[in-house]
């Protein structure tokens, strides 16, 4: 079956640009998790959704990073005003139930800001 | 400041070498320890699931193991398609804290 899908690919944005990065989840996978991964570094986590709702933003960056999901499949996160620090893979995942439990990843959308 | 760190940083095994990877961590309130595989270019793959100390899991060529401070990632005659970083991550109430993970090179 298909596996989580994420748009685009590469994207190459000029700083101050603001971007959207898209995830499509596993149909029926009511979790959806977002992540960042940067040369050299761990992933870091971001944000999760149970449904339409994330219980806990904290994990965004700063104020210029937001994320939402609707109709329980479809999420966005959207990068305001870039920054070159904001260079990173952006990857999401989603899974059956909650908890972080056997999540399945997407390809990652690699983000370049110039 | 929790942390999940992994050693060693690079692995470099012979085929049919056997050898064991670390994962150390200092989360308060762990609910759980994973272990994924990531491929160059690609997403993270999940391998395990780990909750309790003294709890084990299986799969091919691959155990892992838990205990109150560590995990180990148990790698029995690895062949050449073993190759790849192993990602280890605990589980806070909210969120996923991921090690930087090891890279594990098997030379055929």
């Known amino acids: 079956g298909a596996g989580v899908s994420q748009s685009p690919s590469n994207k190459v944005t000029e700083k101050g640009k603001d971007v959207e990065l898209r995830c499509d989840p596993i149909?029926?996978?009511?979790?959806l998790y977002w992540y960042r991964q940067s040369l050299g570094q761990g992933l870091e986590f971001l944000i999760y959704?149970?449904?339409?709702?994330?219980?806990?933003k904290s994990g965004l960056p700063s104020d210029r990073f937001s994320a939402e999901r609707t109709g329980g499949s479809v999420s966005t996160l959207t990068i305001q005003r870039t920054q070159q620090e904001d260079s990173a893979v952006y990857l999401c995942?989603?899974?059956?139930?909650?908890?972080?439990?056997?999540?399945?990843f997407g390809p990652g959308t690699r983000l370049t800001v110039t | 400041e929790d942390q999940v760190t992994q050693s060693p940083e690079a692995l470099r095994l012979q085929e049919g070498e056997s050898s064991s990877l670390n994962c150390s961590y200092t989360v308060s309130g762990l609910r759980g320890l994973f272990w994924y595989r990531q491929d160059p270019g690609k997403g993270p793959e999940f391998l395990f699931t780990l909750y309790s100390a003294g709890e084990e899991k299986e799969k091919e060529r691959l155990k892992a193991t838990l205990t109150k401070k560590e995990s180990f990632l148990h790698i029995t005659a690895p062949k050449p398609e073993d190759s790849a970083t192993y990602l280890c991550a605990v589980q806070e109430p909210e969120r996923l804290v991921f090690g930087k993970g090891t890279k594990l090179t098997v030379d055929p």
């Open positions: 149909s029926g996978h009511t979790a």
């Open positions: 959704f149970q449904g339409n709702s994330a219980p806990d």
């Open positions: 995942a989603s899974s059956p139930t909650g908890d972080f439990y056997e999540q399945y």
